[in-house]
C-alpha cells in the first residue's frame, strides 16, 4: 500500500486513491496500470478493444470498459493518457469540464522515478529488449526489481510490476521529449538516430534533449553508453561514473569472438584488456549480442556477478515484436517492431545469420512524417530481403500528408533495381506467402503496426511438425 508521503511524491498530492487511464492497453499504460494496482490504488481504463494485457488487468482487479464513451466510470482522482489519446479524446474532455486533473503518462512515470532509485533506458535502437535484458537478469538474480518496460517480456507478464526491491528498471521515451521528466539515479543509452521527425526537426535537437537528459544524473550517478552513440562526448560531460560498451576497440565493456547461429549468439566479454568470460544469448543477430553488452555493462555495475549476469542471458526469453521466434520450421517465421531503416537493416541482418534459403519480408511503413522523410532509406534498408512485400502504411496518430503513402518507398525500391517488390492488401500477402514460402526459407513479419498480427496467424495456421 502507498502512504500520503508517497502520493505526495507519485502525484503530487496526497488525495487520490483512484486512476482512470485512457488507452489502458497500450505498450507503456498497461505496465503503468498494473504498478498502480501493486500499490493497493483503485485502477480503471479504456481500450478500443480487449487484448491479452487488458485481461490481465481485469484479473487483477482493474475496471475496463471498450471503447472510448463521454463519461467516466466513478470519478477517478486522476486521469492518466498517452501521447496516442487524441486532444478530443471524449474521456479527457469530460474529465477536464469535471476538474479532475489529466497527466501524461510520462509525468506519471516521472513521480515513479522519486519513489525508488532507478535506472532508465533510453536510446534510438534496442532500448525495448535492453531494458528487458536488464529486468530478467536482477529477476533471475532475485533482486526483486520494479519494472516499467515499454514493451511485453515473454515471461514477466504476471511480474507484480512494483516488487520488493530498491530498484525501477524503466524504459525511457525519446519520441515525444518527456524522457527529461524522470529523475534517475542510473541511464543507459543505447545510441541515438533521427527516427520521430515529427518531433525533431533535426539532429541538434535530438542531441539537446540526451544532453538534458543525461545532465538529470547526479554527481554519484551513473551512464552507461553504446560507445558507438554519436556526439558521446557531449552526453558523458555531467561528471558522474561513464561505462561505454559495443563491440569497437575503446569500448569499456566489449564484445569479441561472436559466432552466431539460427539458436542465437555466443561472444567473449572483455573488460578493457581482460577477459571475464563467454556468454549464451538466445537472440539473433549482431543486434542481440550489443543489446546484451548493454545489460552486461549495467548489471555488472550494480554489483552482480558475470556468473548470475550469463545464467539470465541465457535463458532470456525474448521480448514480443522484437526479433519474436513465433516458430522454426517448415520455415522459419519472425515479427519485428523495425520501423526505421536501421533497425531494418538490422533486422534482416539478424534473420540472414540464421542461414534461411532466402528471406521474404513484409514490411509495413509507419506514419506519414517517417515515411516522406525516410522512403528513399527505407527502400535501401529492404534490399537484404530476398522477397519485398509492402502493406498499406500504417499512420498512428497522424493525418495524413499529401502524396504519402506506401508507395513512395515502391517507387524508390524500383528506383533501385527492385522490380519485383509489390504493394498489396491483407490477403493479397497472405496468399503470395503461401505460395512463394518453401521449407528452410525465413518470412520477417514487420513494422510497428498491426501488420504484426498476421506472424500469429501464419504460425496458428501452418504449426511446427513434431
Avoid at 60 to 89: E, K, T
Avoid at 446 to 451: D, R
Amino acid at each position: 500500500m502507498i502512504g500520503p508521503g508517497e502520493k505526495n511524491l507519485l502525484f503530487g498530492r496526497e488525495d487520490i486513491d483512484s486512476v482512470h487511464l485512457v488507452g489502458i492497453g497500450g505498450a507503456g499504460m498497461n505496465v503503468l496500470a498494473r504498478i498502480l494496482l501493486s500499490l493497493g490504488l483503485e485502477v480503471s481504463g479504456s481500450d478500443l478493444k480487449p487484448t491479452p494485457a487488458t485481461g490481465r488487468l481485469a484479473r487483477l482487479g482493474a475496471r475496463i470498459r471498450r471503447g472510448h464513451q463521454p463519461d467516466l466510470p466513478g470519478r477517478p482522482g486522476l486521469l492518466v493518457y498517452s501521447s496516442a489519446v487524441d486532444p478530443g479524446n471524449p474521456e479527457l474532455a469530460r474529465a477536464r469540464e469535471l476538474g479532475i486533473p489529466c497527466v501524461h503518462r510520462s509525468r506519471l512515470l516521472a513521480g515513479l522515478t522519486r519513489l525508488k532509485r532507478t535506472v532508465a533506458v533510453a536510446g534510438s535502437h534496442g532500448k525495448t529488449t535492453t531494458a528487458a535484458l536488464i529486468a530478467w537478469i536482477l529477476v533471475r538474480a532475485g533482486r526483486k526489481p520494479s519494472l516499467a518496460l515499454g514493451g511485453e517480456a515473454i515471461g514477466l507478464e504476471d511480474h507484480p510490476g512494483w516488487d520488493g526491491g530498491d530498484l525501477l528498471v524503466a524504459e525511457a521515451d525519446e519520441s515525444d521529449g518527456s524522457l527529461e521528466r524522470l529523475s534517475p539515479r542510473a541511464e543507459v543509452i543505447t545510441g541515438l538516430d533521427l527516427d520521430h521527425v515529427d518531433h525533431y526537426s533535426s539532429w541538434e535537437k535530438l542531441i539537446l534533449t540526451f544532453e538534458r537528459f543525461s545532465a538529470k544524473l547526479p554527481a554519484d550517478g551513473l551512464l552507461v553508453v553504446e560507445a558507438e552513440t554519436p556526439h558521446l562526448h557531449r552526453l558523458a560531460r555531467g561528471g558522474c561514473r561513464v561505462v561505454t560498451y559495443g563491440l569497437g576497440e575503446g569500448a569499456s565493456i566489449r564484445g569479441r569472438e561472436i559466432s552466431l547461429g539460427p539458436g542465437g549468439s555466443r561472444f567473449r566479454v572483455f573488460r578493457g584488456a581482460w577477459e571475464i568470460g563467454e556468454a549464451v544469448l538466445g537472440q539473433l543477430g549482431v543486434c542481440g549480442v550489443v543489446n546484451g553488452l548493454g545489460a552486461i555493462a549495467f548489471c555488472l555495475e550494480e554489483g552482480l556477478g558475470f556468473a548470475e549476469i550469463v545464467r539470465g542471458l541465457e535463458t532470456f526469453p525474448g521480448v514480443r515484436r522484437r526479433l519474436e521466434v513465433k516458430s522454426r520450421r517448415p520455415f522459419l517465421l519472425v515479427e519485428d517492431y523495425a520501423h526505421h531503416p536501421v533497425e531494418i537493416k538490422a533486422a534482416l541482418a539478424a534473420v540472414r545469420s540464421a542461414g534461411p534459403k532466402k528471406i521474404l519480408c513484409v514490411f509495413q511503413p509507419h506514419r506519414y512524417s517517417r515515411t516522406r522523410h525516410f522512403s528513399r532509406r527505407l527502400a535501401e534498408a529492404l534490399l537484404g530481403a530476398d522477397r519485398i512485400i509492402l502493406a498499406d502504411l500504417y499512420p498512428a496518430f497522424e493525418a495524413p500528408l499529401p502524396g504519402v503513402s506506401s508507395g513512395l518507398v515502391l517507387e524508390a525500391l524500383r528506383d533501385l533495381g527492385r522490380t519485383d517488390a509489390v504493394l498489396l492488401d491483407r490477403p493479397a500477402i497472405r496468399s503470395r506467402l503461401e505460395a512463394e514460402t518453401e521449407p528452410g526459407d525465413a518470412v520477417v513479419i514487420m513494422g510497428a503496426g498491426p501488420i504484426g498480427s498476421l506472424a500469429g496467424e501464419l504460425a496458428a495456421a501452418r504449426p511446427e511438425p513434431d
